[in-house]
Each structure stands twice: as structure tokens, then as C-alpha cells.
């Protein structure tokens, strides 16, 4: 049973292209973090939400955690083919000792010139 | 730069023959674990060590060990790696609900 769904599971779109990755779970977290990853390398942590509703922006990215803690989306503005990669969501679970995150599966963005 | 640091990038090894990974971090981080990832798939998480002390997940096989014979150095060990072990493993660190650093990864193929 996978604890954190994200969807789409791919993604293929233009350059200038906007776009929503969502992370949805029935559990509730204490943070939720989203990493993105390129071939052949370890994922890179983009941004933490910690607070219910909390909305995070960087750059063309803005990160949305809902208000019960159990999801989370992610919007890209006009995307570039420097935004293609792996993106993963993992959330903390409350209570959870040591920092112990769930991953999502994961959502393959490519972008095309 | 502090980082995590996995060698080798690449390893190759056959049906059977034991295999060590390694990793190594320079930001003094006191909890460290190992990830396995298939194509596809989210990262699952093998083991994990708060300092010293190790805690296993509950379906990672016994044919995987692990050592940490100091903060900065975890290693993971393979004692009959099969086919099915072929995967990307990452190496992370962590302090307390901060997040995650993550290595390069180590891409085992067995042949």
C-alpha cells in the first residue's frame, strides 16, 4: 500500500507550459517535503511545508500543503527543459521518530523545447 | 561543500558475490539511511541509524547488512545479491525532521 499517491505518474508538456503535480494521502503529516530528481542522481530537496495551508514559492515553483495536513500540490509556471526530472513528494508522519519520511512514487515531468 | 558522498557511482557485480556500498557525509549528521529504488518506483527505505543505533525495516531482507562504524561512514552490504537486487541506492542523511541530503547513488547491476 503506497502512502502518499501522486499523480499524474507522467507528465509530457511544452516549454511556457503551466503544470500541477498532486500528492494526496489519507494520513496526516507533520511536514511534507518535495525533492526532484535527475537521472542518475540522488533526489534534491526543493522546499518543507510544515503548516497547514502553508503556500511556498520558489521561483516559478509554488508549493501547497492542505489545510488537514494530508496533501500537497505543486505548480509550475511556464515551464523550462531545465524543470524536466523526477518529482517526489515524502511526507513525516506524526509522531514519527528520527525524521523516518514516506516517499510518493514520484511524477516524470518532461519538458520539450 | 558539505555534502553525502556515495562510492563507487556505478557497480557491477555477479550473481552471488558479496558487495559493499559505501557513503560518507561531511554535515555531521547523526541519523543516516539507505534507500533502494527501481525503476519507477519511490524510494523504500532499507534501514536506517539514529547515531549508533540501528533500526531496520521490517521487510528488508536479511540478505542486506549494514555498518556504521562511525558518523561520518555507512556501509551496505549485499551478501548474495540476486537479479532482483539490481537498483539505483541511495545513501541520506538527516537531523531530526530537517531534510533530507541526499548522495549521487550507487547503480548496482548484477550479472
Known amino acids: 500500500t503506497q502512502l502518499l499517491e501522486q499523480s499524474p505518474q507522467f507528465l509530457s508538456i511544452q516549454e511556457g507550459e503551466n503544470l500541477t503535480v498532486y500528492c494526496n494521502s489519507s494520513?496526516?503529516?507533520?511536514?511534507l517535503q518535495w525533492y526532484r530528481q535527475e537521472p542518475g542522481e540522488g533526489p534534491v530537496l526543493l522546499v518543507t511545508?510544515?503548516?497547514?495551508?502553508e503556500v511556498k514559492k520558489l521561483k516559478r515553483l509554488t508549493f501547497q500543503f492542505g489545510d488537514a495536513r494530508k496533501d500537497s500540490s505543486l505548480h509550475i509556471t511556464a515551464a523550462q527543459p531545465g524543470d524536466t526530472g523526477l518529482y517526489l513528494c515524502a511526507g513525516a508522519s506524526r509522531g514519527s521518530t528520527l525524521g523516518r519520511l514516506y516517499f510518493g512514487r514520484g511524477t516524470q515531468l518532461t519538458v520539450w523545447p | 561543500d558539505a555534502m553525502v558522498i556515495q562510492n563507487p557511482r556505478y557497480q557491477v557485480t555477479q550473481f552471488g558475490k558479496p558487495v559493499t556500498l559505501s557513503c560518507s557525509q561531511t554535515?555531521?549528521?547523526?541519523?543516516m539511511y539507505w534507500y533502494q529504488q527501481k525503476s519507477s518506483q519511490a524510494p523504500k527505505l532499507l534501514f536506517h541509524y539514529y547515531d549508533k543505533d540501528f533500526n531496520n525495516e521490517a521487510d528488508t531482507p536479511d540478505n542486506f547488512q549494514s555498518r556504521r562504524p562511525n558518523t561520518s561512514f555507512c556501509f551496505l552490504d549485499i551478501r548474495s545479491p540476486g537479479l532482483g537486487d539490481a537498483a539505483m541506492y541511495l545513501c541520506a542523511t538527516s537531523r531530526g525532521e530537517s531534510g533530507y541530503t541526499f548522495g549521487s547513488g550507487t547503480r548496482l547491476t548484477v550479472v
Open positions: 494520513s496526516v503529516f507533520s511536514s
Open positions: 511545508v510544515v503548516t497547514g495551508g
Open positions: 554535515l555531521n549528521h547523526n541519523v
